[in-house]
C-alpha cells in the first residue's frame, strides 16, 4: 500500500521564541530534501517568521504556508479579570509523575484551569486570508495582550475570510473539554469554529506525540468528526527538526522559563516525538486514520499565498497646489542649490573649490533628471521636510553618513553637510539605474532630541503607517554557552570562565572558536561536562532568543501598516513591525535610520556653552577646514572624546601619519577596520606618505584617481572611477561591477573580468596591465570602503576636534555632561580635563548647576552627575537657592526646598539617600561643617523639612513661616565628640571604591577639606 501524502501544517521555528529549536533555512532545506511539496510554519502568538520563511522556502521550490496558533480568549480579548497564562509549552508535557504530581490528564486539566486562553492554528489560504491573519495576530499584540498576545471570539467572526483553521493541540477548545470528560462542551466548541470559518474550513486535528492522554482524546475525536462531519487532520506538533534534538529543546524551555534541567517540577515535554517525522512515519503513527494524512496534502494545495513587494512604497507628500511631486521636488532641489551658492562662490574666489561652478550646474541638473526617472522624487521630499523641521526646531543632525553623502541634491537641501564635488565623492555610489533599489538615507540626530524627529514623522503621516522596527537578539557563541550552561546546572564561573575563551570576533560561531583557541578546545576535551555543555549549545546556537526595538529603524507606509504586515508591541509600549529589516527591504517598504549620536548633542551644547561663558557665536557648517592646530591635536594622537578617533590603536596610527588635511582623515577612517589592519595596509600607507615607499602607477590615468591616497585603492568610488576611466564603464555599471568584487561572487566576477577587458582594449589598455589593474581591484575591493561616508564622519570628527583645540573649556564641560550616568567616563574625562590644565571644581549646592557649567577657564561640577540625585532635585535647590542667594546650613536646605521655598516644594525631593550622597560627593562642604557632623543631622533636618512642608499644607503659620525661617540660627549645627580632625569614613555598605592620587583609599576629611585625588568618590556620581 503507497504511504499517504502528508504536509506538516502544525510547525514552531525559532520564532516562537525559546519554545522552538526548529531553524527556517534548516527546516527548508530539509522539505527540499525530502521531496515534501509545502510546509507551513504556525509560530505561538506572532508571525515574526512569515516574511523570512516565505522568501527562503521560494526560493528553494518548497510552497510556504503562512500560518499562527494563535491564543483564544475564553471570554473577550480586553479582559484582564482572572487570565493567567504560564508559558507556550503544553501541560501534557509537563512530567506528571514527578514529586507530588498526579496524572498527566491530570496536570492537563489543573493547568488549563488556570489559563484563559486556547490554542488555534490559522492557515492562509489566499490573500485575503493573509490580510485577516495579519489583523487578528496585530491586534493580538496591540488590543488583547495579557501575558499573551490574545484574540478573541468575535475578532475571528469578522476576519476569518481566506482562514483554514485547525482545532490545534491539547490546549485547543476542543481538546481541552475532552480531556476533562466534557464531550458535549467540546462538540459545542468544534460547532462555534465551524459556524466562524464555514463548512470545509474548520478541521478537527489528531496529534500523537506518545503522550498517554493521546489515545483516548484521539478517540474521542474520531466519534466527533463522525457526529459533525467535521473532518480530520492529522498533525506533529513540531519544535525541533531532528529526534536528536529533543534535549536541545529541553533546555531551550528552561532557559525560557528560568530553571534548571535538575528541578523535577520544569516544564518540559514528556516524549521526543515533538519533531520534523517523515511521511512515513506520520503514516506509520496514524496508520488508521490515512485519509486524515491525505487531507494535509489538500489542505496544502488550497494555500497558495505569495507576500508581494507592495506597489506604492513612498506615502503622499503633500505639494502646494500647482505643483507634482517631481516639479516640487526640482524647485526646492534649485533653491537649496541657490542658498549653497554664495557659500560655493566664496569658496572659489580664494581658490579653495576643486572643481568649476558650471561642473556643480551640470551634476544638479544630472542628479534631478535621475531621481525624477527613477520615481525617488517623493523620498527626497519625505526626507527633506522632516530634516527642515529639525533643524528649525534647533534639532542637531549630523553631516550626512553613508552613500548619501554623494549627492549634490542631498547637499542642496540640507539632508547632508558634506560638498560632493570638493571630496570627488559619486552619485551613482548612491543612486544608479542599473542598480535599481530602494535609496537608503540614513541621518543622524542628537541623542537627546531624536525622538522629536519620529514624533514629527508619526504626526505628518499618520500613526497608523509609522511604526519602529523590530529585531532579534540570537543566540551568540558565548550567550549561548552562559545560557546552556546555567540551564544545565553548571557553576557559573566554570561557564563564565569557558565563555572567555571563545576570541572576542564579531559573529564568531562556536565552531570557529574552537578552530582558532587552542584553549577553548583543551578545556572542552578535558571534560565531560563541557563537551556536553558544547553538543548542546551548537545545537542552539543562533536561534531567535528574544524581540526588541530596532535601535534607529523607522518604517514609514503610504497606507495603514496593519494592511501590509503584522505589528507588535514591546513591553515599553513601543509599536515595532514584526517583519526585520531585511523582510521590510524584499517588501520594498521604505524605511529609515533615525540614529542617535552622542557627538552631536556635545557639539551643540559646547556651541551653546561657548556663546553663554564667552559671547562667542559658532557656526559648525562654516568652519575652516585648514587650522594647524586642529590637525597638530590628531598629529599628537590628543584624541580623546574626538569622534570615530579615540581609540588607543587610531592614536598610534595618528601619531604616525601626521594628517594635515580632512582628505587624510577621511582616509584613516576607511583604514582603520580589520581587513586593512590584518593585511598591513596602514604601514604600507603611512610609509607611501612619508616617502618611505615610492608611489607608482600602473597606468598615468591612474594618477589623478589615486593621488590622493598614494597609489592605494582604498574607497570603493575608486574602483568605478578606474573602471569608467579605463574601460568606458558607465558609473552605474561601474558600481555593479564593485558590488560583485564586494561579494566575490566568482561567475560573477569572471563575467566581469571579461567586460572590463574588452573595454580596456577599445580604450587601448595594453592587456597584460588590463589584466593586473583588475585584480589589483579584485584584491582591494574586499577592503574598499564607501568613501562618502567616510569624508562625512572625518568632517563631524574635525568639528569636534576644531572645538576641543580652541574652545576646551566649553567643549569638556559638554562632554562631561553627556556622559552623565556612566560612572567611568566622568572620571576618565574629569582626569582628561586636568590633564589640560582645566580646574573641574567640587559639586557644590551653593555653585554648581544641573549640569557641567563653563566658568571662566573653570567648569563647575553638575549636580545631576551625583549617584541618587536627580534632575527634579537639582531644580528644586537650583530654585531655592535663587531665592535664598545661597544656603548656609542643611537645615535651610532641607527647610526651603521641602517646604515650599521654591515652587516645587516637595519633601520627597530630598530623602535620605539624595542627601547622603550629596554629602558623600562634597557638595555640601561650603555650609561649614564637616561631613561627619553633616551625615549625623540629615535625620533630624529631614523631618523638619517635612514638619515645614505639613505646616505650609494646612496653612498653620508658626515659627518656620513667612520668613521666620531666615531668623533661625541655621549655624547652631549640634558638635560632636568625635575630634574636630577626625576622617569621616561613610556607613558600611557606603564605602568609596575609589582611589586617591596615590592609588590608596580616598580620604574623606571634615572641615571642608578635599579628600586626595578626585573631589567625590566614583560610586558617589551618577
Known sequence: MATPRFVHLHLHTDYSLLDGACDITELVNEAAHRGMPAVAVTDHGNLFAAEHFHHEASTRGVKPIIGCEVYVAR???????????????????????????????????SDLAQRGTNHLVLLCEN????????????????????????????????????????????????????????????????????????????????QDQGLEIDGPVNRELVRLSRESGIPLVATNDCHYLTRADARAQEVLLCIQTGKTMSDPQRMRFATDQFYFKTAEEMAQVFRELPDALERTAAIAERCNVRIEPVRNSFPEFQVPQGYTVDSYFERVAREGFAARLPYLETFAKQGWLRRPLAEYEQRLENEIKMIVKMRYAGYFLIVWDFMRYARAQGIPVGPGRGSAAGSLVSYA??????????????????????????????????????????????????????????????????????????????????????????????????????????????????????????????????????????????????????????????????????????????????????????????????????????????????????????????????????????????????RRYQPSRLEDLTALNALYRPG???????????????????????????????????????????????????AGFSLGEADILRRAMGKKNRDEMAAQREKFLTGCAAHKVPPKKAERIFDLMAEFAGYGFNKSHSCAYALLAYQTAWLKTHYAVEFMAALLTSETGNTEKVVKYIHEARGMGITVLPPDVNTSDVDFTPVGEQIHFGLRAIKNVGENTVRGILEARQKLGAFRSIFQLCDSVASGGCASGDPRLLNRRVLESLVKAGALDSLGARRSQLYQVIDRAMERGQKLQRDSASTQHGLFLAGASSRIRHARLLYFRSPLGQVFRPPEGAQSRGTGRHGGPPQWRGGGHRRAGLFAAPDALA
Open 75 to 109: 471570554t473577550s480579548r480586553h479582559d484582564r479579570g482572572a487570565e493567567k497564562t504560564n508559558g507556550d509549552a503544553r501541560p501534557a508535557r509537563t512530567a506528571g509523575s514527578g514529586p507530588g504530581g498526579g496524572s498527566a490528564a491530570a496536570g492537563v486539566a
Open 127 to 206: 490573500a485575503e486570508g493573509y490580510r485577516n491573519l495579519i489583523r487578528l495576530v496585530s491586534a493580538g499584540f496591540l488590543e488583547g495582550f495579557y501575558y499573551k498576545p490574545r484574540i478573541d471570539y468575535d475578532l475571528l467572526a469578522k476576519h476569518s475570510r481566506g482562514l483554514i483553521a485547525l482545532s490545534a493541540c491539547l490546549s485547543g477548545a476542543v481538546a481541552e473539554p475532552l480531556i476533562e470528560g466534557r464531550y458535549d462542551d467540546a462538540r459545542d466548541a468544534a460547532y462555534r469554529l465551524r459556524d466562524i470559518f464555514g463548512k470545509g474550513n474548520f478541521f478537527l486535528e489528531v
Open 413 to 654: 537641501l540640507k539632508i547632508t553637510d558634506v560638498d560632493p564635488l570638493q571630496y570627488d565623492l559619486l552619485f551613482e555610489r548612491f543612486l544608479n539605474p542599473e542598480r535599481v533599489s530602494m535609496p537608503d538615507i540614513d541621518i543622524d540626530f542628537c541623542m537627546r532630541r531624536r525622538g522629536e524627529v519620529i514624533d514629527y514623522v508619526t504626526q505628518k503621516y499618520g500613526r497608523d503607517n509609522v511604526a519602529q522596527i523590530i529585531t532579534f537578539g540570537t543566540m551568540a557563541a558565548k550567550a549561548a554557552l552562559k545560557d546552556v550552561g546555567r540551564a544545565m546546572d553548571l557553576p557559573y564561573g566554570d561557564v563564565d570562565r569557558l565563555a572567555k575563551l571563545v576570541p572576542n570576533q564579531l559573529y564568531i560561531t562556536l565552531d570557529e572558536a574552537l578552530k582558532q583557541s587552542g584553549q577553548l578546545r583543551s578545556a572542552i576535551e578535558g571534560d565531560e561536562r563541557f563537551r556536553d555543555l558544547l553538543e548542546v549549545a551548537k545545537r542552539l546556537e543562533g536561534l531567535a532568543r528574544h524581540a526588541s526595538t530596532h535601535a534607529a529603524g523607522v518604517v514609514i507606509s503610504p497606507q495603514p501598516l496593519t494592511e501590509l504586515l503584522p505589528l507588535y508591541k514591546t513591553n515599553r509600549e513601543e509599536i515595532t513591525t514584526q517583519y526585520d529589516m531585511k523582510g521590510l527591504e524584499r517588501l520594498g517598504l521604505l524605511k529609515m535610520d533615525f540614529l542617535g549620536l552622542t557627538t552631536l548633542t556635545v557639539l551643540s551644547d559646547t556651541v551653546k556653552l561657548i556663546a553663554a561663558n564667552r559671547s562667542v557665536q559658532i557656526d559648525l557648517h562654516t568652519l575652516p577646514l585648514d587650522d594647524a592646530a586642529t590637525y597638530q591635536l590628531f598629529a599628537r594622537g590628543d584624541t580623546t572624546a574626538i569622534f570615530q578617533f579615540e581609540s588607543h590603536g587610531m592614536r598610534d596610527i595618528l
Open 676 to 726: 586593512p589592519i590584518q593585511g598591513g595596509m596602514i604601514d604600507d600607507f603611512i610609509a607611501r606618505k612619508h616617502g618611505k615607499k615610492k608611489v607608482a602607477y600602473d597606468l598615468p590615468e591612474l594618477q589623478e584617481i589615486l593621488e590622493e591616497t598614494y597609489g592605494v585603492i582604498l574607497y570603493q568610488e575608486q574602483v568605478m572611477q578606474i573602471a569608467n576611466r579605463l
